[in-house]
């Protein structure tokens, strides 16, 4: 028995590959640092869903259509956002996609980046802007959340960081999906399954509370401090650790490297750097042989500060983009025709014996 289900293989997949000991993800045969920054959301989404999902034509054309026709069913329910927050807003809007559209595979990613978007502005009470169906997704999500156009600069780096999580193994929020998608639920119930695990702090949402711990060390030499004490409180520091990864999750330094390349950071970077070394001595001191590392959401914080999504849009946007994987695996798991359903093991009391 395995509570929390480490180590179990619960599927075969032939989409991507989370090595922990070596510190290394591997999507459709590529390692990742082969894909982030070097091709774009589009490319890598078709290549992770090659030979499972069909597209009727190339991938940013089918992307852009996805918006739209997605963005056609959700502006009627802006009014809707108001007083949820933008991720709460965005499994609202998912719920509304249907199972039944013709093309649901592009109608999830298009409707996961429309409806991230809408829901960080109706958070904000700003009404929801129209996708531009010609445009690069990263692009068209960026300027559908902000309002205004990115430069070249910061469509890449939402671009790199879009690769950058669009897969990665049996995670929960996959596993949610696949679990869904096993009963043969549909495609857009597996992808609002994937939001609701996603959106916990243990998992995607942790990113947002990265900025809240920098905020509060507030300067490098406050971080020993801060850090030990907050696991003396026994908290964990959001970042760091990983059920997987017992070395530094690639995904970090990729990320690091995208937030490097935009302007302005240089400040913002050395300040992170400092607190992550620092918070990388008080693990190794505080919790020795737990082998904790910095993780993903990381540097996911402050790439995404940086492009200027307000803190609690951070999770919408990694829904944003993991939907193109949560697609790939409920298609993949629906395939085998067999519904997911392990065992528990009762440890309630039973019933008298009849006399
Ligand atoms: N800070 C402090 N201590 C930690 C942390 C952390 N971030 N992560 C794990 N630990 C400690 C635990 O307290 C535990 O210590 P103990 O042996 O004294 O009880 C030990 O390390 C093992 O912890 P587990 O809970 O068994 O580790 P698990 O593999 O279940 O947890 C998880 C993985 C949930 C990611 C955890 O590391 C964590 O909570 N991290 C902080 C939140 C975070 O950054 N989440 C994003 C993860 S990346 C992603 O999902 C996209």
């Known amino acids: 028995m395995s509570i929390g289900l480490d180590d179990v293989i619960a599927a075969e997949t032939i989409l991507s590959h989370v090595d922990g000991e070596a510190g290394r993800l591997i999507i459709r045969g590529h390692d990742l640092e082969e894909l982030?920054?070097?091709?774009?959301?589009?490319?890598?989404?078709?290549?992770?869903?090659?030979?499972?999902?069909?597209?009727?034509?190339?991938?940013?054309?089918?992307?852009?259509?996805?918006?739209?026709?997605?963005?056609?069913?959700?502006?009627?329910?802006?009014?809707?956002?108001?007083?949820?927050?933008?991720?709460?807003?965005?499994?609202?809007?998912?719920?509304?996609?249907?199972?039944?559209?013709?093309?649901?595979?592009?109608?999830?990613?298009?409707?996961?980046?429309?409806?991230?978007?809408?829901?960080?502005?109706?958070?904000?009470?700003?009404?929801?802007?129209?996708?531009?169906?010609?445009?690069?997704?990263?692009?068209?999500?960026?300027?559908?959340?902000?309002?205004?156009?990115?430069?070249?600069?910061?469509?890449?780096?939402?671009?790199?960081?879009?690769?950058?999580?669009?897969?990665?193994?049996?995670?929960?929020?996959?596993?949610?999906?696949?679990?869904?998608?096993?009963?043969?639920?549909?495609?857009?119930?597996?992808?609002?399954?994937?939001?609701?695990?996603?959106?916990?702090?243990?998992?995607g949402g942790a990113p947002g509370p990265v900025l809240d711990m920098l905020d509060d060390i507030g300067t490098a030499d406050r971080a020993e401090a801060w850090l030990d004490a907050a696991i003396g409180r026994n908290e964990r520091l959001m970042g760091f650790g990983h059920r997987v990864y017992k070395v530094r999750d690639p995904r970090a330094d990729v990320l690091k490297g995208a937030v490097s390349r935009l302007k302005g950071r240089d400040n913002r970077i050395a300040f992170a750097e400092a607190v992550e070394a620092t918070a990388l001595q008080v693990l190794a001191r505080r919790k020795p042989g737990r082998r904790l590392d910095t993780n993903v959401e990381f540097y996911t914080a402050l790439l995404l500060e940086a492009l200027g999504v307000p803190r609690e849009g951070f999770t919408p946007l990694f829904g944003a983009g993991r939907t193109g994987g949560w697609v790939a695996h409920a298609v993949e798991q629906a395939k085998t025709g067999r519904i997911i359903r392990p065992q528990s093991r009762y440890l309630g009391p039973w019933p008298a014996e009849a006399a």
């Open 36 to 203: 982030a920054g070097r091709v774009s959301y589009e490319d890598a989404m078709a290549l992770l869903w090659d030979g499972l999902v069909p597209l009727a034509t190339d991938a940013r054309t089918a992307l852009g259509q996805g918006r739209a026709r997605a963005f056609a069913l959700l502006s009627p329910l802006a009014p809707h956002l108001r007083g949820l927050t933008p991720v709460e807003g965005m499994r609202l809007l998912l719920a509304a996609l249907p199972d039944s559209d013709g093309a649901p595979a592009t109608l999830a990613v298009g409707g996961a980046a429309v409806a991230a978007a809408m829901a960080v502005r109706g958070a904000q009470g700003l009404s929801p802007l129209a996708p531009d169906p010609a445009a690069g997704h990263a692009a068209d999500l960026l300027r559908m959340l902000r309002g205004a156009t990115p430069d070249a600069n910061e469509a890449k780096a939402l671009d790199t960081y879009l690769v950058t999580i669009l897969d990665h193994g049996l995670n929960a929020s996959t596993f949610t999906a696949r679990v869904v998608a096993s009963t043969e639920a549909g495609l857009l119930s597996a992808v609002v399954a994937g939001l609701c695990a996603l959106k916990g702090p243990l998992h």
